[in-house]
């Protein structure tokens, strides 16, 4: 990526960077904006559902938000819309 930050991107411009975010509504898209991006522009790292099979079985693992695994290696995180907020999942 660029030194160009999520917030500044245009919508063509995140759904290239994180792939995971799909073509979505309207409010969807301003919700990632104000839910996720954020965070992805702090580098922060997210906690998921499903990392009960990570680190060796003991769980607690974490993901970066934009590549297609968690931190381990074990599982496959993307992006869910779900009831108004956004979460990532194990897949």
Not at 39 to 55: I, K, V
Not at 56 to 66: A, E, H, R, S, V
Request: aromatic fraction near 12%; hydrophobic fraction near 35%; glycine fraction near 8%.
């Amino acid at each position: 990526m660029s030194d160009k930050k999520y917030a500044d991107m245009t919508d063509a411009e995140l759904l290239a960077a994180v792939p995971q975010w799909y073509d979505c509504s309207a409010d969807e898209k301003a919700a990632f904006r104000q839910q996720i991006v954020p965070r992805l522009d702090a580098d922060d790292t997210f906690s998921f559902d499903g990392d009960e099979n990570c680190n060796g079985g003991n769980g607690n693992c974490c993901w970066g938000g934009i590549e297609r695994r968690c931190a381990c290696g074990n599982r496959r995180v993307a992006w869910t819309w779900d009831h108004g907020m956004w979460r990532a999942e194990a897949y």
